[in-house]
C-alpha cells in the first residue's frame, strides 16, 4: 500500500472513530427523544415534553450547568478535580445579591463576585498544586466552607434582589425567544471549546493531564498551568452562580447541593476522564444535554408517585450504565487486539 | 561460545529445580532464548549478568508473573505448566524482588502471614509464629511493628521469613544487596549461610562480582537471553567471567564514528545530592561522551539533577564558558538542552497526543502567536521530523501509541531536535528498538554532533558506546570513576571500572 492510501485511509478510521463516539451520544439523545413520542401517544402518559416552552426550558436549566461544567472540564482534562463548584454557584449568588442590595451598581457587583470566584479558585489550586494535597478533598471541604458561608449570609433563608434591572441580565429574550442565560451559555462554551483546542494554554492542559513527568520534561510550567485551571473553573462557577441569581432573582445557600457531582457525572458521562487528558467541550456539553434531557423527560412522566420518587434514582442507573457499558466496550476491545 | 553444562562433582545432589529450553519473547525482543538451568538443594546459584541479559525474565517465568513460551521446568520432580505466584509460593519457590513486596502500611507479623490470617490462628497466632520465624533467622524484630518504620535490611529479614513461612525449598533474591550497607550485608550473608545448611537452594541475582566469589557455589552467566556458561565458582575466573558477560561480537551495526570534537561547551564542575559525589564532567562541542553505570550507579540522578528535575543540594554547571542556573527541566530547555529519557512511555510520550503533537510539544512557544497555536506551523514541524527521521507512521495526525517502539523513539528524538539543543542526553535511546531503527538512530546521532551539537550518551549496551562515543565516562556508586578512550579501551577494562573492580 503506498503512502498516500495509508494516509487516507488512517484519516478515514481516525475520523470515523470521533463521529462514533459522538453518535453513540447522539444516538442516547435520540433514544431519549423517541421514547418521550412514544409516552406522547398513550393518553395516560401524555405530557409537554414536546411543547416550545419546554425545550426553552430544558436549555436555560442545562445552561447554568454548563456554565460550570466548562470549568470542570478543564480541571478535569488537567488531571485535577473540583468539587467546590456547587458551594461557590450558591456563595457567588448570595454574594452578588447582598452587594447590590448593599447599594453596589450591578456591573460592579459582579464583576467583584466573579473576582472572588477567581480568588477562591486561586486557594484550591495553591493548596492542591502547589502544597501537593488531594484536590478531590480539598475542593470538598471547600465548597463546604463556601456553603457555609453563604448560610451565615443569608441566616439560612433565601434572598432576593431588590433591584429589577438584575433579572433582566439572564431573562431577557432577544431574537424573539433567545434567553441571554443562553447566549452567556453559548458564549462560555465557545471560548472554552477554542481555548482547549487551538491555544497553546490548551494544549498544555491536555499534556500535563496527560502525564505530569512528560511534560514537565518538556518545558511546560506544569505547575502554573495546572493551577490556571482552578483559576478557570472558580470564574466559571462563580459566574454560574451569579446567572442563576439572575434567573431566579434571588439565591440561597442551598442551590449548590449536589450540582459538583451532577457535573462532574455529565462531563464523565460525556467523555471526559477522571484521569486527565482526554475530554472536551463539545464532549461535555453532550453530556450535560443527555442527563438534562432525562431529568426533565422523568419529570414530565410524574403521573403517580412511584415514578415521581423514582426518577433519581433512575437517573442515577443511567449515569452508571453508561460508564459501565463505556468500560465494558474498552475492555472488550483491549482483549481482542 | 562456551558450552552450557560444566561437569558437576560426583557427589552432587538431584536437581531441585530443573529449568530446560526455556524461551520467552516479548514485541521485538528475545528475552529468553533456550535457557537451561539446574539448582541443587544447599547450594547458593549466582546468576549474573548485564542489564537486559534475561535474568529478571527468567525469575518472573519462574515465580508465575511470566509465561514462558516454550521449554520445560520441573521442580521437586513436579513439572510445572501454568502457575500463579500464590501457587508456587504454596510449592516452595519464593522470591524476594529487589524492590521488596511488603505492604507498609501493616504490622511485620501480618505481612508473613498476609492472606493466611485466619488459618494461621488469628492474630495471637500469626504474630508466634511470626516471632519464631524471625527468631529463627536471628532477627530480634518486634512482630507488632509496622512495616514502614523498619529498615531496608529489616524489610529483607521479614521477606526471608515469610519465604519460610511457606516452607520455602528454593527462595530467590533479585538483586538483594543494591541498598544494604556493609554491616546489614554480613548478616544477609550469614543468613544465607544458615538456609544453606538447612538445605534450601538460594539463586542469587548480583551485578557485584564480589558476592559470587564471596559466597555463592555455583554461577550462571547470562546474556542476550542465553545462558553462556555455568560453573563451579572455584573453578572461574573474574576475568573470564567479566569476558563472558560483555563478551558479544560486533559486528557491522554502528556507522563509523563521529570525529568533530571542538571546544568545551558544558561543563559540570560539582553536582552534589544523596546519591551523587561531587561529579565532574566536562562535553565537548561535536562530542559524544559515553557514560556507562549500572543500573542504581547514579546515571540516571545525575540527568535529573542537569536538568533540575530533581531538587540538588550543591550544583555548579557552566555553559559555554558561563554559570548557568538549572532548577527546573524548562530552564534547562530554555538554555538548549534537551533529554531523551530512559523510559519512553513514562517520560518521553503522550500516548494520547499525535505524532505531530508529540514532536511540537517542546516548540510550542515557538509555534505560538496571541495564544494561539499555529496549525500550519505545527504541521510543518511534524512533517518536517518525520521526512528527516524517517518516521514510519500512516499519518502526522495518527496517535503516537499505535507506532511501534523504534517509531516512537523517533518521533521522541524529533521533538528534541526541533529545538536544536545545545546538549542532548541520550538515555538509554535503542533499548527495546530493533535492529535497523538502531542503526538509523545512531546516523542521527552522528549528524547531530557534526552539525555543531554535543551528545551525552547513557546506555548499558557496551558495544553502542565502544562504537559510537568519542569518550567513556564510567559512573559507579555516584561517582565519576573513570575515563577511556573507546579506541584503545577494550569491554573489559571499561566493565571491570563500571563494576568497580580496580
Redesign the interface.
Known amino acids: 500500500m503506498n503512502t498516500r492510501q495509508l494516509n487516507l485511509n488512517s484519516r478515514i478510521r481516525s475520523s470515523s472513530r470521533t463521529v462514533l463516539g459522538l453518535q453513540k451520544a447522539f444516538l442516547a439523545i435520540l433514544l431519549v427523544v423517541l421514547a418521550m413520542a412514544v409516552f406522547n401517544l398513550i393518553p395516560e402518559t401524555r405530557n409537554n415534553f414536546f411543547s416550545e416552552a419546554n425545550f426553552i426550558n430544558i436549555l436555560k436549566s442545562a445552561s447554568i450547568f454548563l456554565i460550570l461544567a466548562m470549568g470542570e472540564t478543564v480541571v478535569l482534562i488537567a488531571g485535577g478535580v473540583d468539587l467546590s463548584i456547587g458551594g461557590m454557584m450558591a456563595f457567588s449568588g448570595v454574594v452578588v445579591i447582598l452587594l447590590m442590595n448593599a447599594g453596589v451598581p450591578i456591573p460592579v457587583a459582579i464583576a467583584l463576585t466573579l473576582l472572588m470566584g477567581v480568588a477562591v479558585g486561586a486557594v484550591n489550586a495553591f493548596i492542591s498544586v502547589y502544597q501537593r494535597a488531594e484536590p478531590f478533598i480539598i475542593t470538598l471541604g471547600m465548597g463546604i466552607v463556601l456553603t457555609g458561608a453563604a448560610q451565615q449570609l443569608t441566616n439560612a433563608r433565601s434572598v432576593s434582589s431588590t433591584l429589577p434591572d438584575f433579572q433582566l441580565i439572564a431573562n431577557t429574550q432577544i431574537l424573539g425567544w433567545v434567553p441571554i442565560l443562553v447566549v452567556v451559555m453559548l458564549a462560555v462554551l465557545a471560548v472554552t471549546y477554542w481555548m482547549l483546542r487551538s491555544t497553546s494554554f490548551g494544549r498544555n492542559v491536555y499534556a500535563v493531564g496527560g502525564d505530569y513527568e512528560v511534560a514537565k520534561y518538556s518545558g511546560i510550567n506544569v505547575r502554573r498551568t495546572k493551577a490556571a485551571t482552578y483559576l478557570i473553573c472558580g470564574l466559571t462557577a462563580a459566574l454560574g452562580g451569579v446567572m442563576l441569581a439572575s434567573q431566579l432573582n434571588s439565591a440561597s445557600s442551598i442551590a449548590g447541593e449536589n450540582t459538583a457531582l451532577y457535573v462532574v457525572c455529565a462531563v464523565v458521562v460525556g467523555g471526559t476522564s477522571v484521569a486527565g487528558g482526554v475530554g472536551g467541550a463539545i464532549k461535555s456539553t453532550i453530556g450535560l444535554l443527555l442527563l438534562g434531557l432525562l431529568t426533565n423527560a422523568f419529570n414530565q412522566l410524574r403521573i403517580d408517585s412511584l415514578v415521581s420518587y423514582l426518577s433519581t434514582a433512575l437517573l442515577g442507573i443511567i449515569i452508571v450504565s453508561i460508564l459501565w457499558l463505556d468500560s465494558y466496550g474498552r475492555k472488550r476491545r483491549r482483549e481482542a487486539v | 561460545m562456551v558450552v552450557a553444562s560444566a561437569p558437576e562433582a560426583p557427589s552432587a545432589p538431584e536437581a531441585l529445580l530443573h529449568v530446560k529450553d526455556v524461551s520467552k519473547a516479548f514485541p521485538g525482543v528475545k528475552a529468553l532464548d533456550r535457557v537451561t538451568l539446574d539448582v541443587r538443594p544447599g547450594r547458593v546459584h549466582g546468576i549474573v549478568g548485564e542489564n537486559g541479559a534475561g535474568k529478571s525474565t527468567l525469575m518472573k517465568i519462574l515465580s508465575g508473573v511470566y509465561e514462558k513460551d516454550s521449554g520445560e521446568i520441573v521442580f521437586e520432580g513436579n513439572v510445572i505448566d501454568k502457575i500463579t505466584p500464590v501457587q508456587s509460593m504454596n510449592m516452595g519457590l519464593s522470591i524476594i524482588y529487589q524492590e521488596l513486596n511488603l505492604v507498609n502500611t501493616m504490622t511485620v507479623g501480618e505481612n508473613i502471614f498476609l492472606g493466611r490470617f485466619s488459618e494461621s490462628g488469628g492474630r495471637a497466632g500469626v504474630h508466634a509464629k511470626a516471632k519464631a520465624l524471625l527468631k529463627s533467622i536471628g532477627s530480634k524484630v518486634s512482630t507488632y511493628r509496622q512495616v514502614s518504620e523498619l529498615s531496608v535490611s529489616d524489610k529483607q529479614m521479614v521477606e526471608i521469613a515469610k519465604a519460610l513461612s511457606f516452607d520455602s525449598k528454593l527462595i530467590i533474591m533479585d538483586e538483594p544487596s543494591s541498598s544494604l550497607t556493609a554491616d546489614e550485608m554480613e548478616k544477609l550473608v550469614q543468613i544465607i549461610h544458615d538456609l544453606k545448611s538447612k538445605g534450601i537452594a538460594i539463586i542469587y541475582i548480583s551485578h557485584k562480582l564480589d558476592e559470587i566469589f564471596g559466597f555463592c557455589d555455583v554461577v550462571t552467566v547470562m546474556r542476550d537471553g542465553r545462558v553462556i556458561a555455568t560453573r563451579d565458582v572455584s573453578s572461574i575466573t573474574r576475568n573470564e567471567m567479566i569476558s563472558m558477560m560483555v563478551g558479544r561480537t560486533i559486528e557491522n551495526e554502528f556507522p563509523p564514528r563521529p570525529d568533530c570534537a571542538g571546544e568545551t561547551i558544558l561543563e559540570i564542575k560539582n553536582i552534589n545530592t544523596r546519591k551523587l559525589k561531587d561529579v565532574k564532567l566536562t562535553l565537548r562541542k561535536g562530542e559524544i561522551l559515553g557514560l556507562v553505570g549500572l543500573v542504581g550507579s547514579g546515571r540516571t540522578e545525575l540527568v535529573r539533577a542537569l536538568?533540575g528535575?530533581d531538587k540538588v543540594a550543591k550544583k555548579s554547571i557552566y555553559l559555554e564558558g558561563r554559570p548557568v542556573k538549572i532548577s527546573?527541566?524548562?530552564d534547562?530547555?530554555?538554555l538548549g538542552l534537551a533529554?531523551v529519557?530512559e523510559d519512553r512511555k513514562?517520560?518521553?510520550?503522550?500516548?494520547?497526543?499525535s505524532v505531530e503533537?508529540n514532536i511540537s510539544?517542546?516548540v510550542?512557544?515557538r509555534?505560538?502567536e496571541y495564544?494561539?497555536?499555529n496549525?500550519k506551523e505545527e504541521a510543518a514541524v511534524g512533517d518536517r521530523q518525520i521526512k528527516a527521521l524517517n518516521v514510519r507512521t500512516?499519518?502526522a495526525?495518527?496517535?503516537i501509541r499505535t507506532l511501534s517502539g523504534g517509531n516512537q523513539q523517533k518521533a521522541i528524538l524529533g521533538?528534541w531536535l526541533e529545538m536544536s539543543p545545545k546538549v542532548l542526553v541520550l538515555d538509554e535511546p535503542t533499548k527495546g528498538v530493533d535492529v535497523g531503527a538502531k542503526y538509523e538512530i545512531y546516523l542521527l546521532m552522528k549528524k547531530i554532533v557534526e552539525a555543531g551539537g554535543a551528545i551525552i550518551l547513557i546506555s548499558s549496551e557496551l558495544p553502542e558506546v565502544l562504537n559510537m562515543s568519542n569518550r567513556v565516562n564510567t559512573i559507579c556508586e555516584g561517582r565519576i570513576n573513570g575515563e577511556f578512550d573507546p579506541v584503545t579501551a577494550s569491554a573489559d577494562e571499561i566493565m571491570a571500572k563500571a563494576f568497580e573492580f580496580a
Do not use: E, V
Not at chain 2, 518521553?348 to 497526543?353: K, Q
Open positions: 536538568f528535575a527546573s527541566p524548562m534547562a530547555i530554555r533529554m529519557p513514562l517520560q518521553g510520550l503522550l500516548l494520547g497526543f503533537q510539544l517542546a510550542l512557544a509555534l505560538t495564544g494561539f497555536i496549525t500512516p499519518s495526525k495518527t496517535k521533538r
